[in-house]
């Protein structure tokens, strides 16, 4: 186990007149080689939940464990979880400060004192990573990138630290099509390649779903849903409309034939599925029209 | 990143009370008057009067003093250092001595008074912005300052910058503590090392910000042009400030309470 979380609460401004309830009985496991996809509205708590994985909040009450280690405990070196547990705040590309993108991604390995050539090593390897060429960026400034591709950097700067976990929140927000199709792509790229445990946290259902195993939805400060996409849309689609989470347009669109009468699986992920679907349904419907006629 | 959640110093509560419905005119001239009266005043008596009558505005205005005392904390380093100075540089009658060091009479019952008077002070303008929104402070603000225009007082402009500062402190705030956690996630450290290291560490939350509010003034300097902003010539507002009875009576009661607290003591 990676991550466990056991009864988690987190209370913001406790005992002050602002009081907000973030978080309500939280209890999670994430295995190591995941990919996890994790939806909520905004405000629902999912900011405040991935913070809980690297220890920059501790719960109010509750436990979280790192590689099967207490991180809410005083005298954890919160550090070295850090280097396991990399996260991408949303709008990554506003933490940019150096002169370089060398120097910008360096800063994360300087930080752990390595020596200078593992240090370059790693910044080749990072920017590979995110498909950007070494020798036409490592020393523009980052300053002068599009949108996307500031946005790369800043995910390979969490990249050189060689994180086991990476968590990405909304990494795909304020992104043209283009950007963001690619990011994903690099993102899946990543966890295939690497191994290493992904939790994408968006507050939409499309192309996130296609991509995970696993999908943890929320809903006010609360997990309320655990499990495979597929399964999710498949049994509980109703009530992922009834949060206002909506579901990707073909799932959507197979549930809306499902409701109209059609005997339909809508645990559908991609435009080629719900074709084979719906095929598959036209034909178990002639063969039964066939059966009626031969009678 | 804990500091910058506990400052309730200059933070707005809302609440119905006969404080919060006040002319925000009417409580900046008594706020005013207050501080002339503490400035103004030679005896102990006269912060008495001017601690008790800004207390009852505290309970009158619903605001747990409790709230109001946390922002005193911070103000309390300041408060302390003004005492210790005025306790061991003041010449006099010497009441303890070590070494070179002494405690006089006089040093200890000027401290005392400067530290009173800081503290009411601050007690006054706490309550001042604690039950005025920014909104209604800067409009009373620029509606006491354009009695000034005709000297050439650039009242709106002064009012317009101050509600956008306000306005941002927040966002700034918010803004500072998610780039410390976004460094901090990267391997940042800003608890330990010496001074001059600490103030190096500062770099990658500075120039984020900086850049971030860079940006966001020259959005606003658009999205206010493209809204047609000309300045403050001709300008209606929605909120109308209005005198009502209460606000002459809390105007009265203040200027005698001033007047008694700082020409009688």
Known sequence: MFIRLENVYYTYNLHMPFETKALKNINLDIKKGEFIGLIGHTGCGKTTLIQHFNGLLTPTSGKVYVEEMDISKKGIDLKLIRQKVGLVFQYPENQIFEETIFQEIAFGPKKLGLPKDEIEKRVREAL???????????ERSPFTLSGGEMRRVALASILSIRPKMLILDEP?????????NKILSEIKAIHDNFGITVVLVSHNMEKVAEMVDRLLVMNKGEI??????????????????????GLPQVTQCMYELK???????????NVNEAEKEILNNIKKLNSQLKKYERL | MKILRNISFGQYIP??????????????????????????????????????????GIIISQIHPKFVFKGLRSILFIIMFTLIIHLFMTEGEVLYQLSFLKITKEGLIKGLFISCRLFILILATSLLTLTTSPISLTDGI????????????????????MTIALRFIPTLLEETEKIMKAQISRGADFDTGNIFNRTKNLIPILIPLFVNAFRRADELAIAMEAKCYRGGEGRTHFRQLKIRVIDILTLILTSIITIIASVLF
């Open chain 1, 128 to 138: 590979k990573m995110v498909d950007l060429d070494y020798n036409l960026y490592a």
């Open chain 1, 172 to 180: 795909t927000a304020n992104l043209d099509p283009q950007g963001r």
């Open chain 1, 224 to 245: 309320i849903m655990d499990g495979p996409p597929r399964e999710i849309f498949a049994k509980r689609a109703n009530d992922l409309l009834k949060v206002g989470l």
């Open chain 1, 259 to 269: 409701i109209r009468g059609k005997d339909l699986y809508t645990g559908v992920l």
């Open chain 2, 15 to 56: 609440r119905e009370s006969l404080i919060h419905n006040l002319d925000p005119r009417i409580k900046i001239l008594s706020c005013l008057a207050i501080i002339i009266s503490l400035f103004l005043l030679t005896e102990f008596w006269g912060y008495l009067i001017l601690g008790t009558f800004v207390m009852i």
């Open chain 2, 142 to 161: 620029e509606k006491l300052l354009s009695f000034f225009k005709f000297i050439g007082m650039p009242a709106h402009e002064i009012a317009m910058m």
